[in-house]
């Protein structure tokens, strides 16, 4: 399964750069690469030919316009930029909108219009902006010179409650509409709704809507792993079946291992932050919040707190990870945890390791052989784990607790 790296800060640039063998590819929000243009390109080749995507970021268009305007009321200046590449009035007449008025076709009445902007900053706005002088400075230094095309096109997209929703057809006329207007790389449009949508009849529709695009991503909003219950799962999965049987390769935009279980389904790729975006929710604002400095713990497949994590492998010392970069800081030693405090970047190369581990030890697994050791996991951890002193262990809407979620994954691939 590859693993595709969701690019968001500059300040992680070095460290992608040493880290690139663990990763396949880059996945680029739009709005980082309108607004900090020669620097996002210029890192984009420099990264000789890594394979990538520009994602269009279009769904923030859905948000009530408060969600993006700063406390002066403006909008944000990443967005700003986002809307001054797809429209020269977006901005103006998004402001001018009520809530009410911002429903297909309105804002979006020259679709087609849209739709040629949209995938003309993806196939130009890299090469365009790594040939100014100060960025050949920069990819000297690299010694990236070529400038490489996106993998695919993605088409503008928008979040759908249901395929009579004015969102959906847009989306799907939006992507029928580039693949018409694109020749030179595939198109591959999202498919963006809640788990809780994918009723049969919805599965069915789409697979036939998105049954001869050659590659979708899939985006399953607020798919937070560690709380989303065996049944949601199975509509994700029964989603993913009928789309391969489509013969549709099948990434994913966000996520983490429950994903990567569903490369049993078909799914090819996933893509996530450092450390951050498992999981998205579309009403989130891109650029709102830091990201936490925490601990991935393998055994788990989860994050928790470092102070949590202390506790976590001193009662626990086997599970203490053995990659090469837990094996130089901890030496096996529960009490060095601290030293990922003093250095969160070797936080960071510790998840990309044992995400690699993950997308490729799950192409020679079966699922019964992951259901047996995630219910094995639960069952000597989970009651431990709900003892510590305050566990920043999750309890959910769906009152999943402490490790529970591992037999809602398991039970959604293999009958218990
Ligand atoms: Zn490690």
């Known amino acids: 399964m590859k693993v595709h790296l969701r690019f968001g800060m500059h300040r992680d640039v070095k460290l992608i750069h040493d880290e690139k063998d663990r990763i396949d590819g880059l996945v680029v929000p739009a709005h980082i690469l309108a607004y900090q243009s020669a620097s996002t390109s210029v890192f984009v ?6 394979p990538y995507v520009i994602d269009p970021m279009t769904f923030v268009f859905q948000n009530p316009k408060e969600a993006y305007l700063n406390d ?11 809307c001054d590449a797809y429209d ?3 901005a103006k007449r998004i402001l001018a909108l009520g809530p009410e008025d911002f429903l297909p076709p309105n804002v979006f009445s020259q679709s087609n219009k849209f739709c040629q902007r949209v995938a003309q900053f993806q196939l130009e706005q890299v090469g365009k902006a790594s040939a100014t002088s100060g960025a050949s400075k920069y990819l000297k230094r690299y010694a990236a010179t070529q400038v490489t095309a996106p993998r695919a096109v993605i088409p503008p997209y928008f979040r759908f409650e249901s395929i009579d929703h004015d969102w959906y057809k847009l989306s799907l006329e939006c992507a029928n509409k580039t693949r018409k207007l694109v020749n030179k790389v595939e198109v591959a449009p999202v498919i963006c709704c809640a788990a809780a949508t994918l009723t049969d009849a919805i599965v069915e529709k789409i697979s036939k809507d998105y049954g001869n695009f050659q590659r979708v991503f899939i985006w399953i909003d607020r798919y937070v792993q560690t709380s989303v219950p065996s049944v949601d799962i199975r509509k994700v999965r029964r989603l993913l079946v009928a789309l391969r049987g489509a013969t549709v390769e099948i990434e994913t935009l966000y996520g983490g291992f ?4 569903s490369s049993f389904d078909g ?3 996933i893509s996530h932050g450092i450390l951050y975006t498992q999981h998205k929710s579309t009403d989130l604002v ?4 830091g990201v936490p400095e925490r ?5 788990i497949h989860e994050f928790r707190s470092l102070s949590q994590t202390d506790l976590i492998i001193h009662k626990h010392p086997e599970l203490i990870c053995d990659c090469p970069v837990c094996e130089e800081v901890l030496g096996g030693e529960p009490d060095k945890i601290i030293l990922f405090g003093d250095n969160p970047d070797l936080l960071r190369r510790h998840f990309l390791y044992c995400r690699r581990r993950e997308a490729d030890s799950i192409t020679t697994s079966s699922p019964e052989a992951e259901a047996k050791r995630l219910r094995d996991v639960f069952k000597k951890y989970h009651d431990s784990f ?3 002193p305050n566990p920043d262990a999750f309890v959910s809407s769906s009152k999943i607790q402490g490790l529970e979620y591992l037999n809602h994954w398991a039970n959604a691939f293999v009958a218990s």
């Open 45 to 50: 080749t420099s990264m000789h030919k890594k």
């Open 386 to 388: 709900l003892a510590l």
């Open 267 to 269: 799914m090819s790729a």
């Open 88 to 90: 020269d009035s977006l």
């Open 258 to 261: 429950l994903l990567i279980l």
């Open 295 to 299: 601990y991935y713990i393998p055994a």
């Open 72 to 82: 002066a009321g403006e909008i944000r200046p990443s967005i700003q930029k986002l």
């Open 286 to 289: 891109p650029g709102s919040g």
